[in-house]
């Protein structure tokens, strides 16, 4: 997938006077993927559906933020690969153009749902996870292997590269999402995933005394 000129996901955007509390348009667009993430149902993943469904959590009137979902859908999401049609369901009422053709209701491609696992609400990423790699090319077998096996022992250190990796590409510091390779990650300078190595690292090389020490200093600070 490739970042267009005039497009951008906006799901870590935040506001510059309000240190890291995200924009209005980055939690919408977090809830859209959130939403199309889960197992509802497909009246549930239209754009009236997705609508009434953030408008309840909000406690608001759906046609209120119909617009911007509209407007995310088609020209967020949609263009860049990110969601796309799963179906169309029959209508009842309307126009009979309308009613023979149905209204359109989505799912997550794959890239999709790489950006889903970055998001820190959504409850099933291990089950993302799976699904990320059952589509997996021959080039990211490496990666499926490593990561799958820290989801294990470290989820929330293994949920944090995920989160940087898709970060970079929503900073157009990463081009394309996929293949994936988090080899890319190598061209730019994270200084928490350097202190992580680093501790990593010099982890391996303590005596059995002094892990036990160093995870006892952890728990105090943590």
């Given amino acids: 997938m490739k970042v267009k000129s005039n497009i951008k996901l906006a799901i870590f955007d935040t506001f510059k006077t309000k240190g890291d509390e995200l924009t209005g348009e980055a939690n919408r667009q977090r809830a859209i993927i959130t939403i199309l993430s889960s197992n509802v149902n497909p009246a549930e993943r239209t754009r009236t559906g997705i609508s009434k469904r953030i408008a309840k959590k909000q406690g608001i009137t759906w046609k209120n933020i119909y617009s911007g979902i509209f407007r995310d859908m088609d020209e967020i999401l949609l263009p860049m690969e990110i969601a796309e049609e799963d179906g169309r369901l029959p209508l009842k009422r309307g126009p009979k ?9 989505y799912h997550l491609t794959r890239n999709g749902i790489l950006i889903a696992l970055s998001i820190s609400e959504i409850k099933n990423r291990e089950n993302l996870l799976k699904e990320f790699f059952s589509k997996s090319e021959s080039t990211e077998k490496e990666f499926e292997k490593i990561l799958s096996t820290l989801l294990k022992t470290s989820p929330n250190f293994t949920y944090s590269i995920l989160q940087k990796y898709v970060k970079a590409f929503c900073d157009n510091k990463i081009k394309d999402l996929l293949p994936f390779d988090l080899s890319k990650l190598r061209e730019i300078s994270d200084k928490a995933l350097g202190i992580q190595k680093e501790f990593l690292e ?21």
């Fill in 97 to 105: 153009a309308l009613q023979e053709i149905g209204i359109p209701y």
């Fill in 202 to 222: 010099a982890f391996l090389k303590l005596s059995k005394q002094e892990k036990e020490d160093a995870i006892r200093f952890l728990n105090k600070i943590t």
